[in-house]
Structures are given as structure tokens and as C-alpha cells.
């Protein structure tokens, strides 16, 4: 590109232009929404403009970190990506790092999900910037989230100190008209300076390295750049004023104009909320005898500010101390801060809520059916991913975080041997993207210490969830250079797993009884572990052919009502027919699947053709 043009672009593809518009030349990222459409977008934009990037999904946030984190050190730009939990996952590299410091501008994007919409938290990764002792960028727009990202990674730069972008839901999937410019990479000159004392500390240059970083917290928090900005210049006479960051400070001047306080109330945003600007701090302390902060989702600001007679937030009690702050909650805050008439009552009628499930035709679906028909009794680990919606066929019991199912299920395993004669039976669930992430340790760990239980690795060749991003089996991106696959196999293998079975879910009566020996060899005197991998694609993935025909499908008069292919496999293309007192298929969403033939337990469905 050679001149500007305007887009309507999500706030993750705006991130992504920023990234490339700015020079970093290594941008790794493991999926996780709400953070995905960045590196997506990034392989879009290095296809079509042929970019010198190394742009990779990483196995994990960690792995990801640590590739984009050795870029910076040679002098270059590089930019990770993740959702808040997956920083969790990078925090070893993250604490570390800021000691190191780094060369080149490092961005480290954590995409925060107040709420949570899709997330097992709804931590706010402000606190782990808090936590590593580094500078923190809150974006109040995807506009906003673009223009940041070159003055952060110039900070990046200036003081050698990695640096936080962190957007919110809100931020990354809203849509807004941006202008995009020219893409160039000008020339760096890579150079590893050989500093063993830095990058190579030991625990005593670690307390150096740690004293410096403290020195540069303290430039930090009285860089004339990164103070808090008026919004509104005009504002005079009051007592009080509002900082606020991030999308919460949108919803803020768009909910005190409608209020008539705009020109009233004096409003702060916080464009870096850790370190908050010290000569700021202490001059609103000064002029102002109230302040609300208003920042999702933990008291970052607030905390960070004295005299607590004056401040009001979430540690006040003012704001709720959980969930995300929605325009109408805003209103309602500011209405009481400021004494205004409350909120006329809400004549809004809702819909019910329909409870999420598993696309029609999903071929995990057939493997919970069959776990469930193979197992009945059995304690059901899961993991994280859209399998997770086991819990609706009663096939998962718990989900902790990613690789925490085959670890709970050692521990499962081990209480009950310590006195239980009749232990129950343990069966596990975990994507094939989840396994390649977090789970190969824990199976490790299990088969090292003996532990018994049928795993079942769901794989479906893909990382469905966050929209079909390639797996280590699958292999990287089209067009990688030196593109390598690995066999989920061999590594369960490589693992110590001595039975380790193939077989696809549709076929549901061969692999209920596939389940079912893996479970006598899980009890066997001489068994352990076993692994059954349920191998079937994701239909959500157009990038792979499905060459089933497509099976047409009829309810036959035989159907009683009796609701059990709704009860326990809970397909969206079986409906009840509370008129009739029985269940039609709709065949604008059935796939043809077909494995509700072996369903029902009168046999009411069958086949009445096919597309091929």
C-alpha cells in the first residue's frame, strides 16, 4: 500500500495493521478469544502484501512469548498475542522478562474478557503488568487500540522494558471506520550483544537487574507522555471528576453528555493505568474532594491512588466488584455519584436464553454419546474448548484450565487408591489443540506415576473454538517455509501409552465398543493408561473436504415422544413437536451425519437416501 485508505475494521484487525504498519517483524500468538483475529488477520496481510514476517501459532502462550521475546533481543520489533488466562501460561517468561528487559520494542497484547463471555476468568491483566513491573496501554476504542501500539513499542524501546497492550472484548470484536496507511519495514540491523549478566543472570544479578527495572518504574511514572489527558478542557467549578480507561470510559462520556454533565465534571482517561502518572496522582488528590474511578475489571487505578476518603471505585463499594460495566450499569453509577433521579424501571422484554450446544453433525457429540453409553458410571475430567459443551450430555464433570483434565484425573485416580475399594472408573476428555498445548506434560506425569484411566482425545484437526486455527498435526499455515506435521499418535506413544487406538465417532457402534476396551485394559493387572483418539473433522472447517454423503434422514411413525435423543444427544436438528408429542428432524440444519440412526432406542429414525 502507498497511500491512506479507510476501513471498517474489528479492533483485532486494527491491532493487526498497527503491527505491521509499525515494522515488528515476529508476531506469534497460541488462539484464545477474544485475541484470535490478530495473528488471523496478520497471515492475511503478510499473504497479500508479502511481508518479511515470521508470523506463527505457537504450540502454547509460553513458547509463543519466548520466540517473539528472542526477536527483541537481537534489536528487532516483535509483538505476542493472547487472552487473559493464556498470559497465566506465559506469566514464567512475562516475570522474567521485565527483568531482562529487552532490545528491540516487545508488545505483549493480553485481550481481557470482563464478563467473562468465553473465558474460565475474568481476570484483568492490568494487575499482571501491575505484578511484572511493567507499563500497561489501556484503548478505549479499536481506533484507539491501533494508535497505540507505536508509541508503546517506541517505550518499548526507550527505557528496554516490555510493554502491555490490553484490549478488551469490547475493543476487539467492535467494528470502526480507521484509516490505514503505508506497510514498510525499514532496515534493522540484527546484533546479539553477548551480556551474560542480563541475559543469562543469576539469582544475583537478578537483584541488580531487579533494582534497575524499579529505576525505570520511577522515569516511568513521571513520563510527561503517559499522564492522563482532559478530556474535557471546558469542564469547571466541580468538586468531583471521573478517571476512567479502556471501554469504560467510552461508555463514561457518551452516558455524562446525555446527562448534561460533560461540561460540568472534569473527565481523565487513563491511557496507562500502571504506572499511573505520580505528579497526576497527587495534583487530583490535591484539587478534587471526590473521584470515581471508573476501569473494568479490578481496582488497578484505584489502588494506586491515596487518601481513600476521596476515591471511589470498586474498593469502595461504589462500583460492583465483579462483571463487566455495560452503558446501563454506567448510568446507574453516575446517577448516584452525581445525585441525579435513578433509572425509570426497564420495560425491556428478554427472550429465554437457548443454552449453547455443539454444532449439528459435530463429531464430538457421537464421542461424549458413546463415553457416556460405554462409562455410564464413570467420573468425566474435561478440558477447555467448544468440547467443554460435554456438560449439556452429561460427559464432563469438571473444567479447571487447559491440560487440567488428565492431571485431575491422576488425582482422581490416586485418592481413590489410598482407601476406596470400589473406585470408580475415570474417563477423559480433551481436544487434540488442548493436548499439543498443555496436555503431553500431564500425560507424562500420569503414565510416570501409575495412574489408570481412559483418555479420549477428541481431535477434529483443528482449533475449533477460536475459529479453525492450525494445530501441530495439522501443520503450520499454507505456504509455510519448512512445514513439518507430527503424529498425535507417536507423541501419546513417545508419552508411555502402550494402548493407543485410532477410530472415527460416526461409526458409533464400533467406537462405543472401542471405548469399552480401553476401559477393561485401564483395569487390567498389567494395563494402565489407555488413549482412544476420536478422529473425525470439524464441519465448521472449510479448509478441509468432507466426503461422507450427506444421508437423508426421516422420523418414522415408530417415535413415542419419548425424548431421548433429545435428553442425551441433544442434536440442534432433532426438534419436539409439543402438538404432536414427537420429534421431526429439521433439515435445513441436519449435516446428514447420520449417527442418530444408532441413537434412538426404538429405531424411529432412518435413512431414505442420500446425497452421494
Not at 128 to 134: G, H, L, N, S
Not at 213 to 238: F, R, Y
Not at 319 to 340: D, K, M, S, Y
Not at 578 to 585: F, S, Y
Request: aromatic share 6%; net charge negative.
Amino acid at each position: 500500500m502507498t497511500d491512506l485508505t479507510r476501513r471498517i475494521l474489528m479492533g483485532n484487525e486494527a491491532i493487526a495493521w498497527a503491527l505491521a504498519q509499525s515494522g515488528c517483524t515476529v508476531v506469534t500468538s497460541y488462539p484464545g478469544t477474544p485475541a484470535s483475529e490478530i495473528v488471523d488477520t496478520l497471515l492475511r496481510l503478510q499473504r497479500e502484501h508479502k511481508l518479511p514476517m515470521h508470523v506463527e501459532w505457537s504450540v502454547n502462550e509460553k513458547v509463543a512469548f519466548e520466540v517473539a521475546l528472542a526477536n527483541s533481543y537481537l534489536g528487532a520489533r516483535s509483538a505476542v498475542a493472547m487472552k487473559q488466562v493464556g498470559l497465566n501460561v506465559a506469566s514464567d517468561p512475562l516475570m522474567s522478562s521485565a527483568y531482562t528487559g529487552v532490545k528491540g520494542g516487545f508488545l505483549v497484547i493480553a485481550a481481557d474478557d470482563p464478563g467473562p463471555h468465553s473465558s474460565q476468568t475474568e481476570q484483568d491483566s492490568r494487575f499482571m503488568a501491575m505484578f511484572a513491573k511493567i507499563p500497561v496501554f489501556d484503548p478505549s476504542s479499536p481506533r484507539q487500540a491501533m494508535q497505540m501500539v507505536e508509541p508503546a513499542l517506541k517505550l518499548s524501546e526507550e527505557y528496554e522494558i516490555p510493554v502491555m497492550l490490553r484490549p478488551t472484548t469490547r475493543i476487539c470484536h467492535s467494528r470502526q471506520d480507521i484509516e490505514v496507511g503505508k506497510i514498510s519495514f525499514p532496515p534493522r540491523e540484527l546484533c546479539f550483544l553477548k551480556e551474560p549478566g542480563r541475559w543469562a543472570a543469576t539469582p544475583r544479578f537478578r537483584f541488580l537487574l531487579h533494582q534497575k527495572l524499579n529505576d525505570k518504574l520511577d522515569k516511568l511514572a513521571v513520563e510527561p507522555s503517559l499522564a492522563p489527558v482532559l478530556l474535557n478542557p471546558e469542564a469547571e467549578g466541580s468538586d468531583a471528576c471521573v478517571l476512567s480507561s479502556g471501554v469504560a470510559l467510552a461508555n463514561v462520556q457518551e452516558i455524562m453528555e446525555d446527562l448534561g454533565l460533560y461540561d460540568q465534571v472534569p473527565i481523565y482517561q487513563v491511557i496507562v493505568p500502571y504506572p499511573l502518572h505520580f505528579l497526576f496522582a497527587e495534583t487530583i488528590l490535591h484539587e478534587f474532594k471526590r473521584i470515581l474511578v471508573v476501569e473494568e475489571t479490578y481496582p488497578v487505578i484505584e489502588l494506586q491512588l491515596r487518601h481513600r476518603d476521596k476515591v471511589y471505585g470498586r474498593l469502595s463499594k461504589t462500583i460492583p466488584n465483579a462483571g463487566e460495566l455495560e452503558p446501563q450499569l454506567v448510568e446507574t453509577l453516575l446517577r448516584g455519584f452525581f445525585h441525579l433521579p435513578p433509572l425509570p424501571p426497564s420495560t425491556t422484554i428478554t427472550a429465554a436464553e437457548k443454552r449453547p450446544t455443539l454444532c449439528p453433525g459435530c463429531p464430538h457429540r457421537a464421542a461424549f454419546f458413546a463415553l457416556k453409553r460405554a462409562m455410564p458410571k464413570a467420573i468425566f475430567p474435561s478440558d477447555i474448548g467448544c468440547y467443554t459443551l460435554g456438560l449439556n450430555l452429561g460427559a464432563v464433570d469438571t473444567v479447571l484450565c487447559m491440560g487440567a483434565s488428565i492431571s485431575q484425573a491422576a488425582g482422581f485416580y490416586h485418592s481413590h487408591q489410598l482407601g476406596c475399594e470400589d473406585s470408580p472408573p475415570l474417563a477423559v476428555t480433551i481436544g487434540d489443540s488442548t493436548f499439543f498445548h498443555a496436555g503431553i506434560p500431564a500425560l507424562l506425569n500420569s503414565v510416570t506415576h501409575g495412574a489408570r484411566f481412559v483418555l479420549l482425545i477428541l481431535d477434529n484437526g483443528t482449533t475449533a473454538m477460536t475459529g479453525c486455527q492450525p494445530t501441530p498435526e495439522s501443520g503450520p499455515e499454507p505456504g509455510s517455509a519448512n512445514a513439518v506435521t507430527v503424529s498425535l499418535e507417536e507423541i501419546v506413544r513417545g508419552c508411555g501409552v502402550r494402548f493407543v487406538r485410532t477410530a472415527d465417532p460416526y461409526n458409533l457402534g464400533d467406537f462405543i465398543e472401542l471405548i469399552r476396551e480401553a476401559h477393561a485394559y485401564s483395569q487390567a493387572e498389567q494395563g494402565g493408561i489407555s488413549v482412544v483418539i476420536s478422529r473425525h473433522p470439524c464441519l465448521m472447517d472449510r479448509s478441509v473436504p468432507h466426503l461422507l454423503p450427506r444421508k437423508k434422514l426421516a422420523v418414522t411413525g415408530d417415535c413415542q415422544g419419548c425424548r431421548y435423543c433429545l435428553d442425551h444427544f441433544e442434536c440442534p436438528a432433532l426438534l419436539y413437536d409439543d402438538q404432536e408429542e414427537r420429534v421431526h428432524i429439521d433439515h435445513v440444519l441436519c449435516v446428514g451425519c447420520g449417527v442418530c440412526l444408532d441413537v434412538c432406542p426404538r429405531g424411529a429414525i432412518e435413512e431414505v437416501g442420500s446425497d452421494g
